[in-house]
């Protein structure tokens, strides 16, 4: 189940994170495994990527609790805030543990020598739900550091972003934005926002979510056993 209703989708989503280096694993056709990359380029950038990401969610902190905000931004920023956070947390991995890869490892593993010999079961509705929700996801991870960068592009002082900070950033003339240090600052954050949520997202959909559908998909075929 694992193997053909989700990893297509992993495999997909890990492309895209390759491109932005913001994961240290790779899937291995060969062995049909997860497995670390050996590149030190790919490692350095991943770890740097996690720093950023904590110095990022630092700020926006700092910005909302003590930057010259209003109530209803400082409650608009928080909601960024807080998904901004989560997605870090999940994606901090500076010391490369393995633990999330062998996880992965382990469904295929289980579906490879378990699975694959018991009696085949229709695809559940569970299983076409969190289809569904990872097809959402992938369209929003895709999609948010475009609309992002488009934001800012036309509201630059958007809470809780980098601009909104200084209390210059409403004027017309203002030195960030009249000498094109506003673009470089919108890429930054639209680069921010595209590895962090492509980053953050591999964990918690592909096995959390995931590994929770496959889980109760393995009961679902030992139950059925049983009963025959």
């Known amino acids: 189940m694992y ?3 989700f990893l297509p989708l992993l495999k997909f989503h890990l492309r895209i994170c390759h491109r932005l280096k913001c994961i240290p694993f790779k899937y291995h056709e060969e062995s049909g495994c997860m497995k670390k990359f050996k590149s030190t380029r790919v490692l350095q950038m991943f770890r740097l990527q996690c720093v950023l990401s904590v110095i990022y969610c630092v700020a926006m902190f700092l910005n909302i609790s003590l930057g010259p905000l209003t109530t209803s931004g ?3 920023g928080f909601g960024l805030f807080i998904a901004c956070l989560g997605a870090t947390m999940s994606r901090w991995n500076y ?19 378990v699975i694959e010999s018991l ?11 969190i289809k569904i929700f990872i097809y959402l996801v992938e369209v929003v991870a ?5 609309l992002l960068f488009l934001l800012l592009r036309f509201v630059p002082c958007t809470p809780p972003f980098i601009l909104s900070i200084f209390s210059t950033c409403r004027h017309v003339k203002s030195v960030w934005l ?3 240090v506003g673009l470089g600052v919108h890429i930054f954050e639209a680069w921010m926002g595209c590895h ?3 980053s953050g997202t591999t964990l918690i959909v592909y096995v959390l979510f995931v ?14 056993r049983k009963e025959i």
């Open 119 to 129: 009696p085949k079961m229709p695809i559940s509705m569970g299983t076409k739900a």
């Open 95 to 113: 010391s490369i543990d393995i633990g999330p890869m062998q996880i992965i490892n382990a469904f295929l593993d289980f579906e490879a020598k």
């Open 74 to 76: 400082r409650l608009q």
């Open 196 to 198: 962090i949520i492509y």
């Open 178 to 180: 009249r000498h094109g």
């Open 142 to 146: 895709f999609v948010y550091p475009i």
């Open 211 to 224: 590994g929770i559908s496959f889980v109760l998909n393995c009961f679902q075929i030992l139950n059925r």
């Open 3 to 5: 193997r053909t209703e």
